[in-house]
Every structure is written in C-alpha cells, then in structure tokens.
Nanobody, 118 residues
C-alpha cells in the first residue's frame, strides 16, 4: 500500500503564491491534484503523466497553477500563483489513471489545507 504525503499548504493573502509537494510519485501512474472546498464536491485541479507527456489543468487554474514532477526526487509539485479566495480548499494528491474522475485514482494523500484571504 502506497501512502502519499502532501506538504506546503498554508494561509496566504490574495495574489500570493504557495507550492504544494507530494511524495512519493509512482512510476507509470498519472499523478494528480484535487481540491475540495467546504460544502463542495472534490474536483480535479491538474494532473500529469510524465511517461506520455500529458498534462491537464482545470479552466479555473489555467495560467496561474503549474504541475510538475521531479522523477529524481519522486516528488510531485503544484506551484500556485495569483491565488484567489475561491482557491481556498483542502488539496489532495492522488495517483492512478489520468481522468477527471476521482474514481480512477487508486492512491490518495491525507490533504493539505490552503486558505486564501482577501
């Protein structure tokens, strides 16, 4: 059983930046970031499959967030810039098959909280 561990969350003012990390990455698996705000369903933020050169970003983060993977460090990152209050959520790392559905991801982290104040 693989346990993913996220880090890097915190509180920041609108317009600020945070970088989330998740380890370990799993070879040949798609690695993704999801988020869940209070009272809302969990939604995909971005995913990456380095073996196939695939990246995906949800429309609401395009141009602001960047997903990357350091295979030497077995670490997944999510660089978040120009943060908005609506980005406030628990952010989860996941590994599985690339899709927009959380059902295709087999492994999950415990989450890291991101809070953006206006």
């Amino acid at each position: 059983q693989v346990r993913l561990v996220e880090s890097g969350g915190g509180s920041v003012q609108a317009g600020g930046s945070l970088r989330l990390s998740c380890a370990p990455t799993i070879s040949s698996y798609c690695m993704g970031w999801f988020r869940q705000a209070p009272g809302k369903e969990r939604e995909v933020v971005a995913y990456i499959y380095s073996g196939g050169g695939i990246t995906y970003y949800a429309d609401f983060v395009k141009g602001r967030f960047t997903i990357s993977q350091d295979n030497a460090k077995n670490t997944l990152y999510l660089q978040m810039n120009s943060l908005k209050p609506e980005d406030t959520a628990m952010y989860y790392c996941a590994a599985g098959r690339c899709s927009l559905s959380e059902r295709t991801y087999n492994y999950w982290g415990q989450g890291t909280q991101v809070t953006v104040s206006s």
